[in-house]
């Protein structure tokens, strides 16, 4: 009697010590299964935290929209063309919402330098060594040249015979005007619209400014004018982001590098300036 229950005991133990085996294995899976979801949402939560935002949420987006077709406003006076498709498109694939703010061109580099006003600007921003020493630049998202601009009826037929001319402040149009026609008077404007005014009243005899975007201007609003000259400098678009904010410009090279090679870029080159050069 005994012995059997001795026997009977060592079942029972051996019997305890197989249930604990399956409940420890069981409780293994399922921390590893815990925490394998809890690391995917940290990378998920990683990847929207990295880079900071102005306001949560939203990528902040400073512009100058007189310069149609890369950015103006349209006849609601909402802003479009060619870079508010862009950066749409960016925030999209982001998951943000895209909130479009409005100043002066020549005052765009320096908010985005002090990161409080906005996360980066996109105003077809050529990117030079000058700029990058206030902010980073993403990688180029159009190809421009400049343009002389001049009134139809004008009897220039070189730019050595241009005594006055009309520029957009801090614009590499300016930085043209001033290396390359030093014995012209130059004026220089806050807006494209208003050099051109300048032009049409007889005030200048010329304007320079981005080739894309003079081409536009002759060909629609502006026929009484005409390109007397495209200026080959290779210029390259990019969007500027404050330099401490290193991980934004990651995250926006790969939303444009996925667009350039899905098609995006061309279609947006197309849709608004009716060419994918």
Known sequence: MKNKRKFMVSIAVALAAVAACFALAACSGSSSSSSSSSSTDNQQSGQQSDYKLVNAGELTVGTSPDFRPMEYLDDNGNITGYEYGVMQEVA??????????????????????????????ASAITINDEREEEVDFTQPIYDSNLAIVVRADSNITDPSQITSVAGQQGSSGEDWINENLRDARYTSFQEVPD??????????????????????????????CKILEVIPTGEQYGIAVNKDNPELTAAINQALTDMQNDGTLDQLKQQYIGSTD
């Open 92 to 121: 999209n694939r982001l998951g943000l919402q895209l909130n479009f703010v409005t100043s002066s061109f020549d005052s765009l580099i320096t908010q985005v330098a002090a990161g409080t006003s906005m996360d980066c600007a």
């Open 195 to 224: 050099s051109l005014a300048a032009l049409r009243a007889g005030q200048v005899e010329a304007v320079v400014y981005d080739e894309p975007v003079a081409r536009n201007h002759v060909n629609g609003e502006y026929s009484d």
